[in-house]
């Protein structure tokens, strides 16, 4: 299976693809496809990377990615060991070039612009999921229907981006192979030091010209990006581990003093890891 791109299985004929992906954990390489995807999670979670970011999913996300933006989705099957995802495929001319474009539709431009750097819908979310749940039962006429209330919905509802910056540009199979190899690194080995001689050498690349390669398909350095890896475990063993002192967290992500930790977390989530932990 190609790391990048990434085709979703179709006949030439299907416009609309419905699929459940129901796993211990999700295919977590490194990706890309044509289409958009609404995806609703009905179980599991872990850590996701869309274009330069990485977050966290769980039970009862509504994420849409959109087509040819890179991502990854990495399960942590510690937490949740089994994993079931719904999802809709599709292009903005799966049916027909002019079809999202009538003045019916004008609406969803707003949708399908978000869609590029990938969004988290915050609001709405449990009509949303009842829309999901009729899928299953409903003919390819009606899940068009169904998918054109849920875009209807979203358009409607309160949504963060997943992303800042997503590099324009296809990737190879190589590129794809390359960065996938580095996200898959830096996500297994954020606790222990990385050198940017180590992670150059994962990509095979000198140390300059990784910086500049990685930098320009980001638009962020990779430590900058590996800090962002280090919060994000940060706040679920905050989360799932209240017992935990903040110095064994900060430890156990990779910062080498309570400080530097303490500077980061703030700098990223707009509170030290004590107010965070106060606040759930």
Known sequence: MKVLPFKIPKPEDEALVYQVDNERVFYDQLHQHAEIQISYIAKGSGSLIVGDSISDFKEGDILVIGGYVPHAFKSDASFTPKSLMHTL?????SFGKEFFGISDLSNTKDFFKKSELGMRVVSNTEVIIEEFNKLKTQNSIEQIATLLIIISHITQSETTPLSSFVYRKSFSDDEGKR???VFKYAMDRYHEPISLDEIANVANMSKNAFCR???KRTNKTFFQFLIEI????????ILNNPELAISMISDQCGFNNIANF??????LKGCSPTQFKSQF
């Open 213 to 215: 390669y990685f930098k």
């Open 230 to 237: 280090r919060i994000e475990n940060a706040c679920k063993l």
């Open 262 to 267: 303490n500077r980061k977390f703030k700098a």
């Open 179 to 181: 960065m996938n190899d």
């Open 89 to 93: 495929f599709f292009d903005i001319n």
